[in-house]
């Protein structure tokens, strides 16, 4: 008996497995829908890090897999993403933005020779950038408790007034 896809057992699903999905994708909308600006680009740093992760390992794993693939074309829109989410001309979004090109560069380079270790030193950049949007979101979070510096101890009164300035787009 040969397979085809209209085969009565390719339509076999598990017992609420659409449901879960759809959970999980209401609960990512969701998150996405209400999440701050600096909580946005954390979520798209931490995917690149699993992507790089991914790729890397399938480059170490899987000869035929090497080169350009699903894992370095997603890693290269996350970059670019995040790219796209710099706006200014202060010297910190200069920087960061060259980061960036420096990545997307790095990621290109490394895609010729299958490179996995230049890979793995990329994606360690981008766990250092996430652990500082960790930061702010945490400081995010702190300057929203009433009363509470980053310490955890009670802070001055913080005034609403001053401009907001820079380039990172995290006002939304």
């Given at each position: 008996m040969s397979y085809s896809p209209s085969h009565a057992a390719s339509n076999y699903q598990p017992s609420g497995h659409k449901q879960s999905r759809r959970s999980t994708d209401g609960y990512l909308e969701s998150s996405i829908q209400h999440a701050t600006p600096a909580r946005l680009r954390l979520m798209i740093l931490e995917r690149a890090v699993e992507v790089a992760r991914m790729l890397a390992n399938t480059w170490r794993t899987q000869p035929d897999k090497k080169g350009s693939n699903e894992y370095s074309l997603k890693l290269l829109d996350l970059i670019t993403e995040l790219l796209s989410g710099i706006t200014g001309n202060e010297e910190v979004c200069v920087q960061v933005a060259d980061l960036y090109v420096f990545l997307s560069k790095h990621l290109l380079l490394s895609?010729?020779?299958?490179?996995?270790?230049?890979?793995?030193?990329?994606?360690?950049?981008?766990?250092?950038?996430?652990?500082?949007?960790?930061?702010?979101?945490?400081?995010?979070?702190?300057?929203?408790?009433?009363?509470?510096?980053?310490?955890?101890?009670?802070?001055?009164?913080?005034?609403?007034?001053?401009?907001?300035?820079?380039?990172?787009?995290?006002?939304?």
């Amino acid at each position: 008996m040969s397979y085809s896809p209209s085969h009565a057992a390719s339509n076999y699903q598990p017992s609420g497995h659409k449901q879960s999905r759809r959970s999980t994708d209401g609960y990512l909308e969701s998150s996405i829908q209400h999440a701050t600006p600096a909580r946005l680009r954390l979520m798209i740093l931490e995917r690149a890090v699993e992507v790089a992760r991914m790729l890397a390992n399938t480059w170490r794993t899987q000869p035929d897999k090497k080169g350009s693939n699903e894992y370095s074309l997603k890693l290269l829109d996350l970059i670019t993403e995040l790219l796209s989410g710099i706006t200014g001309n202060e010297e910190v979004c200069v920087q960061v933005a060259d980061l960036y090109v420096f990545l997307s560069k790095h990621l290109l380079l490394s895609e010729q020779t299958s490179d996995a270790d230049a890979v793995d030193e990329l994606r360690q950049i981008l766990e250092i950038e996430a652990d500082t949007w960790r930061m702010v979101c945490a400081n995010e979070t702190l300057a929203k408790t009433p009363g509470l510096s980053s310490a955890g101890t009670p802070a001055a009164p913080v005034s609403t007034d001053a401009p907001i300035s820079g380039g990172l787009n995290l006002q939304g």
